[in-house]
């Protein structure tokens, strides 16, 4: 993992020492930390999900059900308002419990404890969730719900026309909406205007398709928005991510292709503390065009080698992709467009970001030691992506960097003469700072 303290240290101006700098050092990473903590809180809803956050309020207070049952009738009472905290999501929690005659006729004893445990939360959204079960002194009579309830929401996506290239004329767009239990409607926008809802199909476990007739010639030439929503008889509502269509239906006489985009890269995005997001950042360099570039258009590829449906459309220089988790890998083109529609050469491939650390550096031995001075070396290590330099530490204080060599790499220490015990270690740096475990030490006495 990279080293944040020593990335700090170095820009302070003191790797070894303590004092000023470490004062600096500890106070940066207590401001970052709390900007860190902000950002979290702010981003949850993207990070977590409210369907995650759903299922683990469903899950806390169904199991809280299963351990009443093992526990004494007669000490099951009310409790409440507590709070659990769990998978860093802060619940609120009641227990209430109602006495119930369950004789018939009555008989004026209450044999039946109703209990009841309610769930709430506030962030990243509002939201409850209820479980019962009715308790004798024997045991569970009955549970409620005796089954699961739907809580997630359905999942979909715009999967024609692709969103590759240029469209024009009248085209059919087409909606694939999945749900567990079915869909009852599903709503498409354009351009985040209402365009249709369709309630047209048979509310049935599995998947649903939609399709609109979208004639273009009755909007603007350029890039217009397409996203859509569905809705479960539950009321869950999933919304699909938003696709741009560039729509040319009055095409210029230009016949002129763009340049290709330069330089375009990809790298993925760290929280302060190191951790790997699902957020990749692109950039590439500007083409250029008889009468200008209008649009660039971002495609995704699988490692496998199969075009991913998901592009953007942007205008700028740069874009932010949000991929399915922090190790999840793809690679990357840009397409320059003009405003006739004519298509620029792929930029270069943005590689698969850099997600590992380098391997631990291994059989590390002493060549020689002659006067003051110590000769050593190890073998290289091994990373995805470039090892810049190597970092020789004895008894975790750093002496110094070793620039890298192939397949070994040396190293000669000095020291002052006297006394002293030696326990050095070699650590292997990237070119995006991450950094390998310690090497096993290498140690002697210099008496």
Same mark, same amino acid.
Do not use: R
């Given at each position: 993992m990279r080293s944040t303290m020593s990335r700090i240290k170095r820009l302070l101006g003191n790797e070894n020492g303590f004092g000023f700098a470490e004062l600096m050092m500890s106070s =940066?990473?207590?401001?970052?930390? $709390?900007?860190a903590f902000t950002s979290l809180m702010s %981003? %949850?809803?993207?990070?977590? /999900?409210? =369907? +995650?956050?759903?299922?683990? /309020? @469903? &899950?806390? *207070? #169904?199991? *809280? $059900?299963e351990d009443l049952k093992d526990i004494d009738y007669s000490s099951v009472d009310s409790s409440g308002p507590d709070t659990i905290i769990q998978d860093g999501f802060t619940f609120t929690r009641n227990?209430?419990?109602i006495e119930i005659d369950n004789s018939s006729p009555a008989d004026g004893i209450m044999d039946v404890k109703k209990v009841t445990i309610d769930l709430s939360w506030d962030k990243p959204f509002s939201g409850t969730y209820s479980a019962v079960t009715y308790l004798n002194p024997y045991g569970a009579v009955e549970s409620v719900p005796s089954s699961p309830a739907d809580i997630v929401a359905p999942d979909l996506q715009v999967t024609s026309p692709s969103g590759i290239g240029t469209i024009s004329g009248v085209v059919d767009l087409s909606i694939t909406a999945n749900d567990i239990y079915g869909i009852e409607k599903i709503v498409i926008y354009i351009d985040d205007v209402l365009t249709q809802t369709d309630t047209q199909h048979p509310i049935s476990p599995g998947s649903t398709v939609s399709s609109y007739s979208w &004639?273009? #010639?009755q909007i603007s030439d350029g890039i217009h928005t397409v996203y859509a929503k569905a809705y479960d008889e539950a009321? &869950?509502? /999933? =919304?699909?991510q938003s696709i741009g269509f560039l729509i040319v239906n009055s095409p210029s006489n230009d016949s002129v292709s763009p340049t290709a985009p330069g330089a375009f890269n990809s790298r993925r995005s760290y929280t302060i503390m190191d951790q790997p997001t699902n957020k990749i950042d692109l950039a590439w360099t500007a083409s250029s065009d008889n009468i200008g570039v209008s649009w660039y258009r971002i495609e995704r590829w699988s490692v496998g080698g199969d075009l991913l449906l998901k592009t953007r459309l942007t205008t700028s220089l740069s874009s932010v992709d949000i991929v399915a988790s922090e190790t999840t890998i793809y690679w990357y083109k840009a397409i320059a467009i003009d405003g006739s529609g004519n298509e620029s050469p792929p930029s270069n491939w943005a590689e698969p970001d850099d997600i590992q650390s380098?391997? #631990?550096?291994? &059989?590390?031995y002493t060549i020689e030691k002659t006067g003051n001075y110590? @000769?050593? +070396?190890?073998? *290289? *290590?091994?990373?995805d992506g470039? $090892?810049?330099k190597y970092h020789i530490h004895d008894n975790g204080t750093h002496l110094q960097n070793v620039t890298p060599t192939t397949p070994t790499v040396s190293a000669t220490i000095s020291y002052g003469g006297g006394n002293k015990e030696w326990s050095l270690t070699i650590i292997a740096e990237d070119d995006l700072g991450f950094q390998s475990n310690d090497s096993i030490p290498i140690t002697w006495s210099s008496y």
């Open positions: =940066t990473i207590l401001f970052l930390s $709390i900007l %981003s %949850s809803l993207e990070f977590m /999900g409210t =369907t +995650q956050t759903k299922t683990l /309020g @469903y &899950n806390l *207070a #169904t199991k *809280a $059900i227990i209430t419990v &004639n273009t #010639t009321g &869950n509502i /999933g =919304t699909s380098p391997s #631990t550096p291994t &059989n590390l110590i @000769y050593f +070396q190890w073998d *290289a *290590a091994i990373d470039t $090892i810049t």
